[in-house]
Structures are given as structure tokens and as C-alpha cells.
């Protein structure tokens, strides 16, 4: 019966003791008579793979990819918020290193023998999950403190209905260059402002720009992910 390798299935050769398309290490018998000691690398090699990735799905010992995971999303989360001087694209940015930066600590701890770019963009989607709730707590959490225990809800307001109006002076020009009449652009933005004045438009808007910008770390954080494993894990194959 032939070998083949634990993870992708391919046929191995008798001597292989790396998966020659995914390079997992493999376990393989020496008889005693020809049985040779393995070098220090290999030896670490071979023991992360029995010790840090039991109990692995999909290649990835995913206790160690969550603890990474979340290490690293604490910090990155709250530095996304809005509590923080950092701006949305420094905040993309940050989100994106952190991921990367929680796969090179998974490599570093679980010491597989290769991680592709597939196994680093769902580690940097753990981080960004991660990230993204925590930055949304914090951001909810800093809302309601301004607004009751702080007593700025009026200041509030007028910043956000300052905010509106040029909002719909914008959209009422860009209305006129479309062609439509006075009376229907007036219309429109007598049922806009009311709308965006209003307790359920204010949450509706509030919400959904919430939730766009956890998209995009989440994003940024699996594109991190994808090139820290490209960057960080490299494989660890046997010198010829």
C-alpha cells in the first residue's frame, strides 16, 4: 500500500519525510539496522508537528491560532476605535500588520512545516472578527458615556444635524444636475432631513457605518493574514 500524505493526499516516496506538494512533515519507520539520527531541525520539525498542530482542522491547530488571534486583536481593536487619534486608513493598516503579525506568533508557537496563504487569511479572519466586536463595544460603549454620563447629547445633536445639512445641500445639487424640477428636489430633501433627524434614522446610519467599517478590517485583517503567512511562514524543508 502506498503512502500518502495526512493533509493534500499525495503520493509519497518511500525516503520522503516531507510532503513534496504541501510540505507537512510526515511520519515515517527506519528499520533499526538502517535507522540514522535526525538532525536538530528535523527533530523540532517532526515534534511541532506531533505536539502544535493535534487536534488540527484544515492544517491549523486552531487553540494556538486563536490565542495568537486574540493577543493581537485586543490591541488592534481598540486602537480601530474611535477612541483613539488614529484614522480610518492608519486604522486599516494597523488591522492588516496585527494579523500578519498573529500568524508569524502562530508559526512561531505551533512550528508546523508549512502554512499556505489559504491557513494565514482564516487566522487573519479570527483576528479580524475579533477585532472588529471589540471596536464595535468600544465605539458603543464611548457613545453612550458622551452622551449620558457625560451630558453632551445636545452638543451631539448639533454636530450631527450641522453634519446633515451639508449632507443634503450636497445631494440637492447633485439632484439639480439630474434634471429633476424645485418642487421635487425640495421633496426629496425635506423627507431626507427628517429622516436622518429622526431617532431610527440617526441609529439606521450610525449602524450600518459600523458595520461597513468591520468589514473592511475584517478584510484588511485575511489580506494581512494571507501575506504574513507568505512573509512570516515560510516552509521548513530539508537542505539537500
Known amino acids: 500500500m502506498e503512502a500518502v500524505c495526512q493533509r ?20 515515517i519507520y527506519l528499520a533499526t539496522e538502517n535507522s540514522s539520527p535526525l538532525s536538530e531541525g528535523d527533530a523540532q520539525n517532526q515534534a511541532g508537528a506531533a505536539g502544535g498542530l493535534a487536534g488540527t482542522a484544515d492544517g491549523i491547530a486552531w487553540r494556538l491560532a486563536i490565542q495568537a488571534a486574540v493577543v493581537l486583536a485586543v490591541p488592534a481593536g481598540i486602537l480601530c476605535s474611535g477612541v483613539t487619534p488614529i484614522g480610518p486608513s492608519l486604522g486599516l493598516l494597523w488591522m492588516g500588520g496585527a494579523a500578519a503579525w498573529a500568524v508569524g506568533l502562530y508559526f512561531k508557537r505551533a512550528r508546523p512545516g508549512w502554512l499556505t496563504l489559504g491557513a494565514g487569511a482564516r487566522i487573519g479572519l479570527v483576528t479580524g472578527l ?29 454636530l450631527w444635524a450641522a453634519e446633515v445639512q451639508n449632507s443634503l445641500q450636497l445631494s440637492q445639487q447633485m439632484v439639480a444636475q439630474m434634471g429633476m424640477t424645485s418642487a421635487q ?4 430633501t425635506q423627507f431626507s432631513r427628517a429622516w436622518m433627524l429622526s431617532a431610527e434614522g440617526r441609529a439606521g446610519i450610525a449602524l450600518s457605518t459600523f458595520l461597513a467599517g468591520a468589514v473592511f478590517l475584517v478584510c484588511f485583517a485575511m489580506i494581512g493574514g494571507a501575506l504574513g503567512a507568505r512573509l512570516l511562514a515560510q516552509p521548513r524543508r530539508p537542505s539537500a
Do not use: I, K
Not at 493534500?8 to 511520519?27: K, S
Not at 465605539?139 to 458615556?145: E, P, S, T, Y
Open 185 to 188: 428636489a425640495a421633496q426629496s
Open 130 to 158: 475579533f477585532a472588529s466586536w471589540l471596536t464595535l463595544s468600544v465605539n458603543g460603549v464611548a457613545l453612550w458615556v458622551t452622551r449620558v454620563v457625560m451630558h453632551q447629547g445636545g452638543q451631539m445633536d448639533s
Open 8 to 27: 493534500c493526499h499525495e503520493t509519497l516516496r518511500e525516503a520522503d519525510r516531507y510532503c513534496p506538494a504541501c510540505g507537512l512533515p510526515q511520519l
